[in-house]
């Protein structure tokens, strides 16, 4: 056999031997080892001649000796011939891993070549869980960067958690008060969220954690300090080991990332609490963008309920309704507005106004705020239509704005059994009166732009309306709304004057809703510019006085 008596013994073949890179080792079929080189014996210190290779080497590889010269681990050799070369066997040596690679020899014996492939494992294993983690950090940002609903960025991080690296995990949200917000999943599955009033200092790493400190090594935690509010149901009395790390945010902590194991799976190694660190890191970016986001979404929203026109309805007797469409699709607020600043009683002027900034989207919506503030100081001192569009005026030429503003306003009072109608035009289309008869005509004021020059020149009218007639306030969106069969050409003047026509003695709502429903159908697919309307109505049917469930109510007209 290959190093066996008949060649080992020659100096040539034994220098290769001893000097081979590898640590060699011949046994006979017997199971005795005959020779081992140099290597091999600082390998295996018991591996001398005429010793057992049961003795001499780990059960491993003598199972795999045994296996080739019984047979049972040789590939089909004939009757009599050599055992053919095998696999490779695998196993440990001491705090090493060895692939020993058998070379059959023609007496029965085998040289057994021991390579230490300890490293390559190593790489290996360390190849595999950067390509797990690699997974787990795609999988991460995919779930988490696709929504930026709070709620479920926590719940999505704690399901995350206890997938891939706990056996249940809670997020730790920043303290609302005195209560902190937590997040929880348990071995099942289940996402449950709530409040507990509770001092996270308490809790070794938490409060630092909630901090944006570093976070606290898991050998340096004791599970069995862990409060009770803290372990999620199914985990009670069987955590053995514990990871606090905090959720990094936008410029502040986005709260901290508990992780739990049971007992039996061993503590969290130090490559388990760096991927617990990369996690936390991608969710507490999504978690801080989502809260950026919902108070964004919170601040806005309480903007646009302030640039939002108001509801309208009837006031000390007269009917009023109005009705806006801003011109691009998914904003709700633009350049027009309406607004009506009502008298403190029946006997006095409520005054509405209707306007068009100049352009379109957030930008004439920030103006048209501020223009209706202005109104609504100026509004209660009872000066003139003159007086309000100059003081308007004043207060634009010396903001650093460079739009301009239309504006049309219409102090309003019943009297009589009519309504009483001061009209006012600033560089804005008149108004439309609408008569019982179906007539149509335009109210005879007329003016300059607001914010333009030194000097407002404007005209005032007065007329009244009779019950069921309406004055009808609009935006130049209306008129120049384009469409029709070809998409090119103007709604017009013409089209809304007949439009009312057709409105005599409707209400207000009534006349609103059908002039907007004929621009949108005028409009069709095509753009707009914003569209407000509001309709001012002398009301027909007769209504009942105030009452105060005593004296009895009277009828007027």
Same mark, same amino acid.
């Given at each position: 056999?290959?190093?066996?008596?008949?060649?080992?013994?020659?100096?040539?073949?034994? &220098?290769?031997?001893?000097?081979?890179?590898?640590?060699?080792?011949?046994?006979?079929?017997?199971?005795?080892?005959?020779?081992?080189?140099?290597?091999?014996?600082?390998?295996?210190?018991?591996?001398?001649?005429?010793?057992?290779?049961?003795?001499?080497?780990?059960?491993?590889? %003598?199972?795999?000796?045994?296996?080739?010269?019984?047979?049972?681990?040789?590939?089909?050799?004939?009757?009599?011939?050599?055992?053919?070369?095998?696999?490779?066997? =695998?196993?440990?040596?001491? @705090?090493?891993?060895?692939?020993? =690679?058998?070379?059959?020899?023609?007496?029965?014996?085998?040289?057994?070549?021991?390579?230490?492939? &300890?490293?390559?494992?190593?790489?290996?294993? %360390?190849?595999?869980?950067? /390509?797990?983690?690699?997974? $787990?950090? %795609?999988?991460?940002?995919?779930?988490?960067? &696709?929504?930026?609903?709070?709620?479920?960025?926590?719940?999505?991080?704690?399901?995350?958690?206890?997938?891939?690296?706990?056996?249940?995990?809670?997020?730790?949200?920043?303290?609302? !008060?005195?209560?902190?917000?937590?997040?929880?999943?348990?071995?099942?599955?289940? +996402?449950?969220?709530?409040?507990?009033?509770? @001092?996270?200092? #308490?809790?070794?790493?938490?409060?630092?954690?909630?901090?944006? $400190?570093?976070?606290?090594?898991?050998?340096?935690?004791?599970?069995?300090?862990?409060?009770?509010?803290?372990?999620?149901?199914?985990?009670?009395?069987?955590?053995?080991?514990?990871?606090?790390?905090?959720?990094?945010?936008?410029?502040?902590?986005? !709260?901290?990332?508990?992780?739990?194991?049971?007992?039996?799976?061993?503590?969290?190694?130090?490559?388990?609490?760096?991927?617990?660190?990369?996690?936390?890191?991608?969710?507490?970016?999504?978690?801080?963008?989502?809260?950026?986001?919902?108070?964004?979404?919170?601040?806005?929203?309480?903007?646009?309920?302030?640039?939002?026109?108001?509801?309208?309805?009837?006031?000390?007797?007269?009917?009023?309704?109005?009705?806006?469409?801003?011109?691009?699709?998914?904003?709700? +607020?633009?350049?027009?507005?309406?607004?009506?600043? /009502?008298?403190?009683?029946?006997?006095?002027?409520?005054?509405?106004?209707?306007?068009?900034?100049?352009?379109?989207?957030?930008?004439?919506? +920030?103006?048209?705020?501020?223009?209706?503030?202005?109104? #609504?100081?100026?509004?209660?001192?009872?000066?003139?239509? /003159?007086?309000?569009?100059?003081?308007?005026?004043?207060?634009?030429?010396?903001?650093?704005?460079?739009? $301009?503003?239309?504006?049309?306003?219409?102090?309003?009072?019943?009297?009589?059994?009519?309504?009483?109608?001061?009209?006012?035009?600033?560089? =804005?289309?008149?108004?439309?009166? +609408?008569?019982?008869?179906?007539?149509?005509?335009? %109210?005879?004021? #007329?003016?300059?732009?607001?914010?333009?020059?030194?000097?407002?020149?404007?005209?005032?009218?007065?007329?009244?309306?009779?019950?069921?007639?309406?004055?009808?306030? $609009?935006?130049?969106?209306?008129?120049?709304?384009?469409?029709?069969?070809?998409?090119?050409?103007?709604?017009?003047?013409?089209?809304?004057?007949?439009?009312?026509? #057709?409105?005599?003695?409707?209400?207000?709502?009534?006349?609103?809703?059908?002039?907007?429903?004929?621009?949108?159908?005028?409009?069709?697919?095509?753009?707009?510019?914003?569209?407000?309307?509001?309709?001012?109505?002398?009301?027909? =049917?007769?209504?009942?006085?105030?009452?105060?469930?005593?004296?009895? !109510?009277?009828?007027?007209?």
């Amino acid at each position: 056999m290959a190093g066996g008596p008949a060649t080992a013994d020659l100096p040539g073949i034994r &220098t290769a031997w001893d000097a081979a890179p590898c640590p060699a080792l011949a046994v006979d079929r017997t199971g005795a080892v005959r020779r081992a080189n140099e290597a091999a014996r600082r390998l295996l210190p018991r591996a001398e001649p005429g010793t057992p290779l049961c003795h001499a080497a780990p059960g491993w590889l %003598a199972a795999a000796h045994h296996a080739i010269t019984s047979g049972t681990g040789t590939r089909g050799t004939a009757t009599g011939a050599p055992p053919a070369p095998t696999a490779a066997a =695998h196993g440990r040596v001491a @705090d090493r891993h060895i692939e020993a =690679h058998p070379t059959p020899g023609d007496d029965g014996g085998i040289v057994w070549w021991l390579v230490d492939d &300890t490293e390559r494992r190593r790489a290996e294993e %360390a190849l595999r869980l950067e /390509q797990r983690r690699t997974a $787990f950090m %795609a999988e991460t940002s995919e779930a988490l960067l &696709t929504s930026l609903n709070l709620e479920r960025c926590s719940e999505v991080t704690a399901q995350l958690a206890t997938r891939h690296l706990a056996d249940a995990a809670v997020v730790v949200a920043p303290a609302a !008060g005195r209560r902190l917000p937590l997040t929880s999943c348990g071995p099942d599955g289940r +996402v449950t969220r709530g409040f507990v009033r509770a @001092d996270a200092d #308490q809790v070794p790493g938490l409060g630092e954690a909630l901090r944006g $400190f570093p976070p606290v090594p898991a050998r340096w935690i004791d599970p069995a300090s862990a409060p009770a509010w803290l372990i999620p149901p199914g985990l009670d009395g069987e955590v053995a080991s514990l990871v606090i790390t905090p959720l990094p945010g936008h410029g502040v902590p986005a !709260g901290a990332l508990v992780l739990l194991r049971r007992a039996g799976r061993g503590a969290f190694t130090d490559a388990e609490e760096e991927t617990a660190r990369l996690f936390a890191a991608r969710a507490g970016v999504a978690i801080s963008a989502a809260r950026l986001y919902a108070e964004q979404a919170g601040t806005t929203a309480t903007l646009m309920r302030e640039l939002l026109p108001p509801r309208l309805q009837h006031t000390h007797g007269v009917g009023l309704a109005g009705g806006y469409r801003a011109a691009r699709a998914g904003e709700r +607020v633009g350049g027009d507005f309406y607004d009506v600043y /009502q008298a403190p009683s029946a006997g006095g002027e409520s005054l509405v106004v209707l306007g068009d900034v100049c352009g379109k989207g957030l930008e004439a919506a +920030v103006l048209t705020g501020k223009v209706r503030n202005a109104l #609504q100081t100026l509004a209660p001192l009872s000066v003139g239509h /003159q007086r309000i569009l100059g003081l308007l005026n004043d207060a634009l030429l010396d903001s650093r704005h460079t739009r $301009f503003v239309t504006l049309v306003l219409a102090s309003v009072l019943r009297e009589a059994g009519r309504v009483r109608l001061r009209l006012t035009s600033a560089g =804005h289309p008149p108004p439309l009166i +609408v008569r019982t008869d179906g007539r149509v005509h335009e %109210a005879d004021t #007329q003016g300059s732009l607001i914010g333009v020059l030194p000097e407002v020149q404007s005209t005032t009218t007065v007329t009244h309306l009779a019950p069921g007639e309406t004055a009808l306030l $609009f935006t130049d969106g209306i008129t120049e709304a384009r469409g029709g069969p070809l998409g090119d050409e103007l709604f017009g003047d013409e089209r809304l004057r007949d439009a009312l026509a #057709q409105c005599a003695g409707m209400p207000a709502e009534a006349v609103v809703e059908r002039v907007q429903m004929l621009a949108s159908q005028w409009i069709g697919e095509g753009g707009h510019d914003d569209m407000a309307v509001v309709a001012i109505t002398a009301p027909r =049917h007769a209504h009942l006085s105030a009452v105060d469930g005593r004296t009895p !109510g009277r009828y007027t007209a």
